[in-house]
C-alpha cells in the first residue's frame, strides 16, 4: 500500500510550513472539537444517570412508605375489630352511644389517623354504623366502595378464622384510597354470647387528596405526589405503581429532585465558556502559527531567536505569577495544621505532607508571641484579623508575612482556625525603600530636610545646655555654580557626592549632615564642650571641603561659607534656630567667603528691620502698593495658552518692586495674610473675567487661611462680587496643609469643591504628607515641586523620579503641572513623556496685567 507523501510536489517549497501548519491546525481544532463534545456528553449523561438514581430513590421511598400506610391501617383495625367490647357493642348490638358518643369508635379516628371513612356491615351486608370525615353518617359502604364492597365484605370473613383482616389499594373516583377490613371478634375474651350467622365486619377508608398527598410525599423528601394529570405529567417520568383491587394499576407521580439537572446547569455554561475562551486562544495561535509559517522559511533564524525570547518571557511571567500569589491553610483549634494549599509549596519551598498534623508555629513566627497563641484569642465576631509574622523558607531565607485568620465556630464552639498568607516581603522593602527616599537626598543619600527637621526636634527635646550646646550649622559651597556651568551637572554630582563624604567622615556618630537641594546643607552636631571645639569641628569641615577634588588630570577647588547658631543660647525652636543660622551664613558669605559666622546679638538688628516692614505692609494693603502679575500657564500636548498664575508683587515706594518671598512669611506670621488673600482673590478674579473662556486664573493660598474657618465664604464673595466662573479659579494649596489637622482641612476643601473651583497641591514632593493624601483629599491636579526639574532630564534618578510622579497623576486622575521649565529639553523631555501643564522662566516669566493681555493676542504658541 502506498501512502501520499506529507508535502505533495507541487507545493512551493516556500509554502511548506505553511501547508503542514494548515493540517496541524485543522486535526488540532478537531480533536479540541471532538474532546469538548465529549465532554459535554458525559457531562450529559451523567446528569441522566443522577435524575434516574434521584427517581428510584424517591420511588423505593413512596412505595415503602405506602406498604407502612398499609401495614399501620391493619394494625390499627385489629386492636379495635379484635376486642370484646366491640362484639358487646358493634355486632352483638349497635350502641352508636358507645361507639360515637364515648368515642370509642368515634371523630377520634379522623382526627388522630386522618381515616374520612369508618363503617360497621352487619353479617346480612347491611351497613350499620358509618362515620364519614369524624362525623356520624347514614352512608352506607357501596357509597364509596361501589361494587367492590361486597366481594371485600366476602374476602374478610374468609379470612376471620385465621384471624387477620384485608387490607387493599382502591380508587375511589379519582381519589386513591387505602382500604383496611377486619371481622369483629371476641378477642381473647372467653365466655362471651354468640349471635347466629356471619360476623360483622368493621371498614377503615383512608382517602389521600390531593393535598393529603402533597405531605404524604413530604414525609419521605418527595415534593408534589399527586395522581397523573395528563396535561401537567406528559413529560414526567418520574411515578409509581401499586395495585389495586379491580387490577388496574394505582399511578401516583411527582417531581423529582433532579440533581442532574442542577449539575447540568452548573457545568454545561462552565464548558460552553471553556469551549469559547478555548476557542478563541485556538483561533489566535492558529493565526500566529500560520504567520510565522509563512516568514519560516525567509526569516527562519529570526523566528528561532523570536521563540527563544518568548520561552523566556513565558518563564519570567510564569515566575512572576507563582511569588505573586497566596497560600491558603487552615488548623484545629490548637493550632495544628490540617490543611496546605499547593501555594505553600512554591511560596516557601517546603512539601506540604511534612508539616502538616504540626503547629502552625513551626512553619509562622512572631516576634514576640507564638502565632498559635494569637489565633487562641481570636473570637468569632465576624471580622477578619490581620497579623504580621514571618516564614523561613527552605532555603533558610526570612520572609515577612501577613496572616489573615478567621475563627471558625460550630454550635458556639471554634473547632478551627482557617485563612491566607500573603508574603509581603517586597511591600515592606518598598515600603522602607519609599520611607528612605522621602527621608533622603536622592543624589548624596543625605538626610533630606525633612529627616533633619525631625532629628532637630528630637535633640531639642533633649534640652541642651549652655555647657554642652546643640550646635546647628548652615553650610553653603562656595564657587560651585561655575563647576555645572563649565564642567555640566554630571561633574557637579559627582563633587557634590564626595562633598557628602567628607562632610561626614569628620562628624561622629550621633552627629547629622543633611542636604537642603542645591549646594546648601545643614549640620547638627552635640557634645561639643566650648568655643574653641565648635571652631575647630568648623576648621575640620572648611578643611575638608577646600581639599582638591581630582577630575581626570585636573583638580577643582571649591570652599564653604557657614553660619552657626546654638541651642538653648540662640534659640530653642527648630525654625528660628535654622533662621538664625542662615543669618549668620549670609553674613559669611558677605564677609569674604570661606569662612564661619556664629549668630550674635547684633544680628536682632535684623528683627527692628521685620517690625518696620510690617508697619509698611500694613500701609501697602491700605494705599494700594499691591500689585498682580501672571505667569503663563501652558498645555504641553498643544502648546496652547490655558491660563495663568496669579504672583503678587510689593511695589514700594522708596524700595522699589519687592518680591512676595520677602513679605509673604511676615505676612503669615502677623495675620496679615487673610487681607492680602482677600485683596488678591478680588483682583484676580476681576482680570480674568476679561480673558477668553476657558482660560482659569490660579490663586495660591495659605497654610493660615485654612486655619481661620472661613475660607469658602471669603472665595465665595470673590466670586460673586467679580462675577468670575466657580469653573475658572484654581487654588494653589500646599500639601502640608493636610498633615496640620486633616479632618478640618478636609472640610475646607469639600467646602471649597462645593463651589466649583478646581483644588491644586503646589509644591507636590516638597512637604511631609504620604501619598494618601491625594486618596483622600479632593484635589483636581498637582504641580511638581521646582526642585525636580533642577537635574532634569540629565540625571537618570531625576528622570525617573518626574516619570514616576506624572504617572502618580494620571493614576488619580490629576492634572499634572511641571513648575521651573527653563530650557527647551526639559520642555522637550516634559512633551515626550505626557505632561499635561507647564509653566516657566522658558514658557513666560511673570508679567504685569497689560503685557499678558499682549500675550493673549497669540495663545497658541509658547513665548
Not at 141 to 153: F, K, T, V
Amino acid at each position: 500500500m502506498n501512502f501520499p507523501p506529507l508535502f505533495h510536489h507541487q507545493v512551493p517549497y516556500g509554502q511548506k510550513s505553511t501547508f503542514f501548519t494548515r493540517r496541524i491546525a485543522m486535526s488540532l481544532t478537531l480533536l479540541l472539537s471532538g474532546v469538548m463534545l465529549l465532554a459535554m456528553m458525559m457531562v450529559v449523561g451523567i446528569s441522566w444517570r443522577q435524575n434516574e438514581d434521584a427517581v428510584n430513590q424517591e420511588r423505593f421511598l413512596l412505595h415503602n412508605a405506602w406498604q407502612d400506610a398499609r401495614l399501620e391501617m391493619m394494625t390499627n383495625i385489629r386492636d379495635y375489630a379484635f376486642w370484646g367490647e366491640a362484639w358487646n357493642h358493634l355486632h352483638l348490638t349497635m350502641d352508636k352511644v358507645w361507639a360515637y358518643d364515648q368515642q370509642n369508635l368515634g371523630p377520634g379516628l379522623y382526627s388522630e389517623y386522618h381515616y374520612e371513612g369508618v363503617f360497621v356491615v352487619d353479617g346480612e351486608g347491611h351497613t350499620t354504623y358509618s362515620i364519614i370525615n369524624g362525623k356520624l353518617d347514614d352512608l352506607p359502604l357501596e357509597s364509596w366502595l361501589g361494587i367492590q364492597a361486597a366481594p371485600l365484605i366476602a374476602r374478610t370473613r374468609l379470612l376471620e378464622n385465621e384471624g387477620r383482616g384485608a387490607s387493599l389499594n382502591i380508587m375511589i373516583g379519582a381519589t386513591p384510597a387505602i382500604v383496611a377490613t377486619a371481622a369483629i371478634t371476641t378477642g381473647k375474651v372467653p365466655g362471651l354470647k354468640e349471635r347466629p350467622g356471619p360476623h360483622s365486619v368493621m371498614v377503615f377508608v383512608s382517602r389521600y387528596t390531593p393535598e393529603k398527598l402533597v405531605a404524604f410525599g413530604q414525609t419521605v423528601g418527595v415534593k408534589n405526589a399527586r395522581i397523573p394529570d395528563s396535561a401537567q405529567d406528559s413529560f414526567t417520568t418520574a411515578f409509581l405503581q401499586e395495585a389495586t383491587a379491580d387490577g388496574a394499576p394505582l399511578v401516583l407521580r411527582w417531581d423529582s429532585s433532579q440533581p442532574g439537572k442542577a449539575l447540568l446547569l452548573l457545568l454545561l455554561p462552565i464548558l460552553l465558556a471553556a469551549a469559547a475562551v478555548l476557542g478563541l486562544l485556538v483561533r489566535r495561535v492558529i493565526n500566529h502559527a500560520m504567520h510565522n509559517a509563512m516568514l519560516c522559511d525567509e526569516r527562519f533564524l529570526q523566528l528561532a531567536h523570536s521563540q527563544r525570547e518568548l520561552a523566556a518571557s513565558e518563564a519570567r511571567f510564569r515566575d512572576v505569577a507563582e511569588t505573586a500569589s497566596d497560600w491558603i491553610w487552615e488548623t484545629d483549634a490548637k493550632g495544628v495544621i490540617a490543611y496546605l494549599s499547593r501555594r505553600f509549596t512554591v511560596a516557601t519551598g517546603l512539601e506540604v505532607g511534612r508539616v502538616l498534623d504540626k503547629s502552625i508555629d513551626a512553619i509562622l513566627q512572631h516576634d514576640t508571641q507564638p502565632v498559635s497563641a494569637w489565633l487562641g484569642r481570636l473570637r468569632q465576631d465576624g471580622h477578619r484579623q490581620t497579623l504580621r509574622c514571618y516564614s523561613i523558607s527552605a532555603s533558610g531565607e526570612k520572609r515577612i508575612c501577613s496572616l489573615i485568620a478567621n475563627a471558625v465556630e460550630i454550635n458556639g464552639q471554634i473547632t478551627g482556625y482557617r485563612g491566607t498568607v500573603s508574603d509581603i516581603t517586597q511591600e515592606i522593602e518598598s515600603q522602607a525603600q519609599i520611607h528612605y527616599l522621602s527621608q533622603h537626598d536622592a543624589l548624596t543619600g543625605l538626610p533630606n530636610r525633612l529627616y533633619m527637621n525631625e532629628f532637630l526636634l528630637s535633640r531639642l527635646q533633649t534640652r541642651p545646655t549652655a555647657e554642652r550646646p546643640l550646635v546647628l550649622i548652615s553650610l553653603d559651597l562656595d564657587h560651585f555654580k561655575p563647576i555645572n556651568d563649565t564642567f555640566g551637572h554630571a561633574v557637579g554630582d559627582s563633587v557634590l557626592n564626595e562633598v557628602s563624604h567628607r562632610l561626614r567622615s569628620v562628624l561622629k556618630a550621633g552627629d547629622l549632615v543633611s542636604r537642603h537641594g542645591g549646594d546648601e546643607f545643614i549640620i547638627i552636631v552635640s557634645d561639643l564642650n566650648g568655643e574653641h571645639e565648635i571652631d575647630a569641628c568648623c576648621q575640620a569641615l572648611l578643611d575638608e571641603v577646600c581639599r582638591p577634588f581630582q577630575l581626570g588630570q585636573q583638580e577643582i577647588f571649591i570652599g564653604a561659607s557657614m553660619g552657626i547658631a546654638l541651642a538653648p543660647d540662640d534659640a530653642m525652636q527648630a525654625e528660628e534656630l535654622l533662621r538664625l543660622a542662615d543669618i549668620a551664613l549670609y553674613k559669611s558669605k558677605r564677609e569674604g567667603r570661606n569662612r564661619w559666622t556664629w549668630y550674635s546679638a547684633e544680628m536682632a538688628e535684623q528683627l527692628v528691620q521685620r517690625r518696620d516692614m510690617e508697619r509698611s505692609l500694613r500701609k501697602a494693603i491700605a494705599g494700594n502698593e499691591l500689585t498682580l502679575f501672571y505667569q503663563p500657564r501652558y498645555c504641553l500636548k498643544q502648546a496652547r495658552l490655558d491660563g495663568a498664575e496669579a504672583l503678587i508683587r510689593w511695589e514700594h515706594p522708596q524700595n522699589g518692586l519687592i518680591m512676595p518671598d520677602k513679605f509673604i512669611p511676615l505676612a503669615e506670621e502677623t495675620g496679615l495674610i487673610i487681607d492680602i488673600s482677600d485683596w488678591v482673590l478680588q483682583r484676580a478674579c476681576r482680570d480674568a473675567l476679561g480673558w477668553p473662556e476657558p482660560m482659569y486664573v490660579s490663586v495660591n493660598i495659605s497654610p493660615v487661611e485654612f486655619r481661620s474657618g472661613n475660607l469658602a465664604q471669603r472665595v465665595a464673595s470673590a466670586l460673586a462680587v467679580s462675577g468670575l466662573e466657580a469653573r475658572r479659579l484654581e487654588l494653589e494649596i500646599t500639601e502640608n496643609i493636610t498633615l496640620e489637622n486633616p479632618q478640618s482641612a478636609l472640610e475646607v476643601m469639600l467646602a471649597l469643591k462645593a463651589l466649583g473651583v478646581k483644588l491644586t497641591v503646589d509644591d507636590f514632593g516638597a512637604g511631609h504628607a504620604s501619598l494618601g493624601y491625594l486618596k483622600t483629599f479632593p484635589f483636581d491636579g498637582m504641580k511638581m515641586d521646582r526642585s525636580y526639574m533642577n537635574d532634569f532630564p540629565h540625571s537618570a534618578q531625576a528622570m525617573s523620579i518626574v516619570e514616576g510622579i506624572i504617572g502618580l497623576g494620571k493614576a488619580f486622575s490629576l492634572t499634572v503641572t511641571a513648575e521651573g521649565i527653563e530650557t527647551q529639553e526639559q520642555l522637550q523631555e516634559l512633551q515626550a513623556i505626557a505632561c499635561q501643564e507647564g509653566q516657566g522662566y522658558y514658557l513666560g516669566r511673570p508679567m504685569p496685567l497689560e503685557r499678558f493681555h499682549q500675550l493673549l493676542q497669540a495663545p497658541d504658541k509658547f513665548v
